[in-house]
């Protein structure tokens, strides 16, 4: 089968599986992304806005508002994504496709941007050795409509987040200015996380090299994880 008949087949698997299953099953997922160290270390989330059958992100985004995060989530234009901060759910406004999207507030590449500034200039004030110990992480939490166990993904057609992803890396290898103490690419570090349920993970996939592969997909029977190098 090719990509779109795999989608069209696993998603209709996903559409099946009972409420109390689901419910029993996203309760599982959240208490798996709250407990890893990586959520506890974190100091961004970018959120995907769960749709339909997704793995449910609504009351994991409320927790990790809760927890005092830092939370962006994707707002669709044109053929574009960028992710827009949130204070709160009520944040979110039907969108692309009828999913719910944040208004245009402070974009996450903006963040980055201001963040960056924020330190050079206290760079220059004389505090570079201090700096140069923050590190900023951050964890992206992806959807997808089939996955494998080497944690390949098939998307939904767009390739927003390919593209987006494509960009906030190329941001992050910029230096703005040679009087920082490190570059963005060592001053922040991305976890990226695929929510699925376990359904949807199958032996192996077709996929391109282009093609997103998240450093870990989490599913309701636990976390598979980048090969460690």
């Avoid at 496709?97 to 974009?107: A, C, T, V």
């Avoid at 996929?207 to 450093?215: C, F, G, N």
Wanted: a neutral charge; hydrophobic letters at 35%; proline letters at 3%.
């Amino acid at each position: 089968m090719n990509k779109r008949e795999i989608r069209k087949k696993i998603l209709a698997v996903r559409d099946a599986i009972p409420v109390a299953d689901r419910t029993l099953y996203d309760k599982k997922i959240r208490e798996i992304v709250t407990g890893m160290e990586e959520y506890r270390e974190t100091e961004v989330i970018l959120a995907y806005v769960s749709y339909k059958s997704e793995v449910d992100t609504m009351m994991l985004i409320r927790q990790v508002l809760e927890d005092g995060k830092n939370v962006f989530a994707p707002k669709v234009s044109g053929n574009e994504m960028e992710f827009w901060q949130i204070s709160s759910l009520e944040d979110l406004r039907e969108g692309y496709r009828g999913i719910l999207e944040p208004e245009q507030s402070f974009s996450f590449m903006d963040w980055v941007k201001k963040r960056c500034s924020t330190v050079s200039t206290d760079t220059v004030a004389g505090k570079a050795e201090e700096y140069a110990q923050e590190v900023c992480k951050v964890m992206m939490w992806m959807p997808g409509a089939v996955f494998d166990k080497e944690r390949h993904r098939i998307g939904y057609g767009g390739g927003f987040y390919d593209r987006y992803l494509s960009r906030l890396l190329q941001l992050l290898k910029q230096t703005a200015s040679t009087k920082q103490p490190m570059p963005h690419s060592e001053r922040f570090t991305l976890t990226t996380a695929a929510l699925a349920y376990s359904c949807q993970v199958l032996e192996r996939i077709l996929y391109e090299e282009h093609d997103v592969k998240p450093d870990m997909l989490i599913t309701e029977q636990g976390i598979t994880i980048k090969e460690k190098m």
